[in-house]
């Protein structure tokens, strides 16, 4: 088992900057790879970022690349979000997930964090 706690989530202005951390504890955190994903009010749970468990590939969605950066410290367990340039969009709830495949379809992932929101203003 692996448990995942995202936090910091908020509210915040467009152009504004957000961190996102998502701590594992449990099973081996070094061996899965780690993803996020949003999921806004009455819409399916979309992708956004995902890292292998090196860290040494990432991929994002076209509409966060070049805003969004996902890295993770293994030493710590954690992995990250920094959103940078949000937009009004931007604004879902956000999970991480670990996944034994850096990969964007949330079916491949086995285990999820409760979620944190962000919002963003105009």
């Known amino acids: 088992q692996v448990q995942l706690v995202e936090s910091g989530g908020g509210l915040v202005q467009a152009g504004g900057s957000l961190r996102l951390s998502c701590a594992a504890s449990?099973?081996?955190?070094?061996?899965?790879?780690m993803g996020w994903f949003r999921q806004a009010p009455g819409k399916e749970r979309e992708f956004v970022a995902t890292?292998?468990?090196?860290?040494?590939?990432?991929y994002y969605a076209n509409s966060v690349k070049g805003r969004f950066t996902i890295s993770r410290d293994n030493a710590k367990n954690t992995v990250y979000l920094q959103m940078n340039g949000l937009k009004p969009e931007d604004t879902a709830v956000y999970y991480c997930?670990?996944?034994?495949?850096?990969?964007?379809?949330?079916?491949?992932?086995?285990?999820w964090g409760q979620g944190t929101q962000v919002t963003v203003s105009s």
């Open positions: 997930g670990a996944s034994t495949l850096a990969t964007s379809s949330t079916r491949r992932y086995d285990y």
């Open positions: 449990g099973r081996t955190f070094s061996s899965y790879a």
């Open positions: 890292i292998s468990w090196s860290g040494g590939t990432t």
